[in-house]
């Protein structure tokens, strides 16, 4: 049953046009990057090294595909989770706005099952869209500004030889694709309670915006650290650093993890006791 619910959701999902504006809306979020580091990015990387090459001799073009992947590594704090949420979203809601919901369950499918199809399905478009991001910019920036070192500012200059500095952007998309599964997550699970697209969206984007505000609060507190979701969403960053923390990077992600398969149990259950009508 499940397999029969993902095909048919592979097919919606495939004809629909907002998928594809999607996809469209993420390349041109590269090419304008691209563009951009390309009439500006020597600049502003001379700015940022003008009292450091007083005193160090810099080798090669610091300018290169490696720090453009990094530099669009940073559109995962709102344009990339923003884009996801609303085609996720939309494949609960346009099942209540189209009304075959209630088609789907006069037929012997079993609600649980049914949502659970969804989930799925839009954590496997989470993950494409990912592999799509790192593909498309991989090819784009290594074709157009060439390997090299990489220069990182976090709270003071990293940096890192061109080997290391590939190995760590692709940890770091992977990171960033457990992230990316949990908004995924919490956008449908709002569209269970919502319904309506429009109001899922606003709660989308207004779940994305308190997230990002709440992540740069200091609590003090460890434990809010290792626990609230929002101090988890920045995982992938911890990847820039010099000494990289493997297990606090996999204990954030397996909370993050946690935190979608509890969500995703909450819209199922939910979904479940609800009066389709």
């Not at 037929?107 to 494409?128: D, E, R």
């Amino acid at each position: 049953m499940i397999r029969l619910l993902l095909s048919a959701e592979i097919l919606k999902l495939s004809k629909q046009s907002k998928t594809y504006y999607a996809l469209g809306a993420i390349f041109l979020i590269e090419l304008l990057i691209l563009i951009t580091a390309y009439y500006q990015g020597s600049t502003i990387l001379d700015l940022l090294l003008d009292s450091l090459k007083q005193s160090f001799y810099f080798e090669g073009e610091l300018l290169n595909g490696n720090l453009i992947m990094y530099i669009v590594l940073n559109s995962l704090w709102f344009n990339i989770p923003l884009i996801i949420m609303i085609i996720t979203s939309s494949i609960v809601t346009d099942e209540y706005t189209d009304g075959t919901v209630q088609t789907v369950m006069l037929q012997a499918v079993k609600k649980s099952s049914f949502m659970l199809s969804k989930y799925i399905i839009g954590i496997l478009f989470t993950l494409f869209v990912i592999v799509f991001m790192m593909l498309s910019t991989f090819l784009l920036a290594y074709t157009f500004f060439g390997k090299g070192d990489l220069v990182v500012y976090l709270n003071t200059l990293n940096f890192f030889e061109s080997q290391d500095a590939f190995r760590r952007i692709c940890w770091a998309f992977a990171s960033g694709a457990m992230a990316m599964t949990f908004y995924s997550v919490v956008s449908i699970t709002l569209a269970i309670f919502v319904k309506e697209t429009t109001k899922t969206w606003i709660l989308s984007a207004l779940f994305l915006v308190i997230t990002n505000l709440l992540l740069k609060i200091d609590t003090g507190a460890a434990f809010l650290d290792h626990f609230f979701f929002p101090k988890l969403i920045d995982t992938w960053q911890q990847l820039f650093y010099y000494e990289i923390d493997w297990r606090h990077i996999l204990l954030n992600n397996a909370i993050l993890l946690l935190y979608s398969f509890l969500l995703a149990a909450v819209g199922i259950f939910v979904f479940h006791k609800k009066d389709i009508g």
